[in-house]
């Protein structure tokens, strides 16, 4: 559950539309509500994200501990580091200095934050008010190992593979993605919810972290978050400029696996024995449900290339309607793909 491997279904768009957010559920409520969806796959054959993995893992919460999950992290997380301004999202409190949610409507007018049911406010996959602040302090713990040890961390910032030992398409960890972005390892993670967007991107072997919190829905807080980190190291610069392509078959083959995947058809893209070990069917179908729920593709364009432990590795730049997508490709002497990672940024 906490690494997107349950196979427990979404219940809200782009594939449901199942949860009124007008509604105040009561825990069994909730509960009844995603028992009634079957799991969308066997759990750990394939990743999808799922809310609704975490506001079940929050219930658990309260029944192992005995209380509500977010008095649990106030006396276990907040309180013991002075994180004096964080703390679960209501709407009856009187909250000092409390920042407004903002929304832009289709034809750009600014409106206030769409009202949310409180009880969907308080659950485990989010809900939470915080400071710039108040987060550094726990970016702080993480790495002195206040909280968590190097051992849970370490096991929290890995990606699982799947049951059959194949690694999945997205690099979940728990709780957070796990990237790697121009061979630096990037651990981070974004949100949005009720007219706010927020980011926060840990690159541990620069000993950086940036966070940003923004009171404007889909504002793509986390492409500020990579600008910002290149203004304190330019190796982490985003690619958005063209190269001249001088391999065009190799782009062309590479616009054919997007195109393939989206159709949900079987590659035709020539791959090593490594590459066909990666780019599995659920590899390549997790793609696709990608593709078809940010897409359509709307640009293709090599930004990167590069000769890197004497194989040829290209950096494409893939814009969607909702998405920008970095697929670092890694090539055989012959032109067979060998690996492809995927550097997602909303």
Not at 50 to 60: C, E, I
Not at 204 to 210: G, K, M
Request: aromatic share 10%; glycine share 6%; with cysteine.
């Amino acid at each position: 559950m906490l690494n997107h491997q349950s196979g427990i279904a979404q219940l809200t768009p782009p594939d449901r539309d199942l949860l009124d957010l007008h509604h105040d559920y009561t825990d069994e409520e909730y509960i009844r509500l995603a028992s009634s969806v079957a799991l969308d796959f066997e759990p750990g054959t394939q990743v999808a994200y799922s809310d609704t993995a975490y506001v079940l893992l929050g219930f658990v919460i309260d029944r192992v501990a005995g209380r509500f999950y977010g008095d649990l992290l106030a006396d276990r997380v907040f309180r013991p580091l002075g994180m004096s301004r964080t703390r679960i999202v209501s709407d009856a409190d009187i909250i000092p200095d409390r920042a407004s949610g903002y929304e832009l409507a289709a034809d750009g007018t600014l409106r206030n934050q769409a009202w949310v049911a409180q009880s969907l406010n308080r659950t485990a996959d989010g809900s939470l008010y915080s400071t710039v602040l108040d987060l550094a302090r726990w970016d702080e713990a993480l790495t002195a190992h206040r909280i968590l040890t190097a051992d849970e961390l370490q096991r929290m910032w890995s990606v699982d593979p799947h049951r059959d030992r194949r690694q999945p398409f997205y690099h979940y960890g728990y709780g957070w993605e796990i990237n790697s972005w121009r061979g630096r390892r990037v651990i981070e993670y974004d949100g949005s919810w009720q007219g706010f967007q927020a980011a926060m991107a840990r690159y541990a072997d620069r000993q950086l972290t940036v966070i940003v919190l923004t009171n404007l829905s889909l504002c793509r807080a986390q492409r500020i978050a990579h600008t910002v980190a290149a203004l304190f190291d330019p190796a982490l610069a985003r690619l958005d400029t063209s190269l001249p392509d001088r391999r065009p078959r190799l782009t062309r083959q590479f616009e054919a696996l997007l195109a393939e995947a989206e159709h949900g058809t079987t590659t035709a893209l020539p791959l090593t024995a490594a590459g066909r070990q990666l780019l599995s069917a659920t590899w390549i179908a997790a793609l696709g449900r990608d593709l078809r729920a940010t897409g359509p593709v709307e640009t293709t364009t090599l930004v990167g290339e590069t000769i890197s432990r004497g194989a040829l590795e290209r950096i494409y730049r893939v814009e969607t309607k909702e998405m920008v997508d970095f697929f670092t490709v890694r090539y055989d002497d012959g032109g067979a793909v060998d690996d492809v990672s995927v550097y997602q940024e909303y």
